[in-house]
């Protein structure tokens, strides 16, 4: 245990990559972090950075031509990829719960919101009809949709985006999990209801120490709600740490840029700053640092060597950091 708390899930080397190209560059490359219970870690980055895929690869649910080449997964004690594709199965839903990007998508439109919640619980704790029925009320009072856990059979397509974000959220946390990864939770919603959706899962992950990995584009969101920040870039973590510490002083270029991406408060009309160039696809990555052909900051070993992640905080992969790192 560290002062953090009790580790819930420890990611260790993980790879992932093309299940028939076994000479092509990974898809997440050599990724490791931890997270505790009752913290909330934030993954950000462009699109196509890894992190869906990293999402994907903890819970076993890869897509079709891409397989986890080397790594460990660690849910407190339990290592998930040696289980068997049957005992992965019982532990999503039960250990593990997942709030897709778009919930009107990942819900069953023919059946109503009421009785998924209760198939969720019922198949993994068992027990009685009665009993899962009481508890999909309960949950969803817990997440404030009280009027459809004492209404009619509601079905999705009648609830509102972020009615039916809770309700997917609810759907998640009805085995009591240790972890939660919420993939982009607020995509299209706007911005009180995703600040709605954003103090729910700080009260949820407080109440129940729940670990939760948010998955997000939008640094600000991040700022907003998380612990701590890990920055992808091109499947590779490119730095950790502190959220607070991160957006005073982010030491590596690419952290840099996105921070000062951000709207500023005050000063409209302002020109926003910008990354040049577009990220490298998983077929084309440079040799050397994968971020060097945008970085403000290239020299020639950058060119020619892969940074490795240092050890000790501030955590963070570049030869020739931003001014102000150790």
Known sequence: ??????????????????????????????L???????????????????????????????????????????????????????ALRARRGRDM????QNPLTAL?????????????????KGGTRRAAKERTRALLAEVGLANTANGPETYPHQLSGGMRQRAMIATALACDPTLLIADEPTTALDV????????????????????VVL?????????????????????RAVEEG?????????????????????????????????????????????RGCRFAPRCPNVQNDCRETEPAMRRTEPRFACLHPCLGAP
């Open 1 to 30: 245990m560290n002062a953090r708390g009790r580790i819930a899930l420890a990611v260790r080397g993980l790879t992932v990559g093309l299940a028939r190209e076994p000479g092509a560059r990974a898809l997440v490359d050599d």
């Open 32 to 86: 490791s972090f931890e997270v505790a219970e009752g913290e909330m870690l934030a993954f950000v980055g462009e699109s196509g950075s890894g992190k869906s895929l990293t999402a994907a690869a903890i819970f076993g649910l890869l897509p079709f031509g891409v397989r986890r080449l080397a790594g460990s997964v660690r849910l407190h004690d339990t290592e998930l990829t040696a289980l068997s594709e049957r």
């Open 97 to 100: 719960g997942l709030v897709f």
């Open 108 to 124: 069953n439109p023919s059946h109503s919101i009421q009785a998924q919640i209760a198939e969720t619980y019922h198949v993994h």
């Open 192 to 211: 009180v209801v995703q600040a709605q959706i954003l103090d729910l899962l700080a009260r949820l992950r407080k109440e129940r120490g729940l670990a």
């Open 215 to 235: 998955i997000t584009h939008d640094l600000a969101l991040a700022a907003s709600c998380a612990d701590r920040i890990l920055v992808l870039y091109a499947g």
């Open 242 to 286: 502190c959220a607070a510490r991160f957006f005073k002083t982010p030491y590596h270029p690419y952290s840099r840029a996105l921070r000062d991406a951000l709207p500023p408060l005050h000063g409209q009309g302002a020109r926003l700053a910008e990354i040049s160039g577009l990220p490298p696809g998983p077929g084309a990555l440079p």
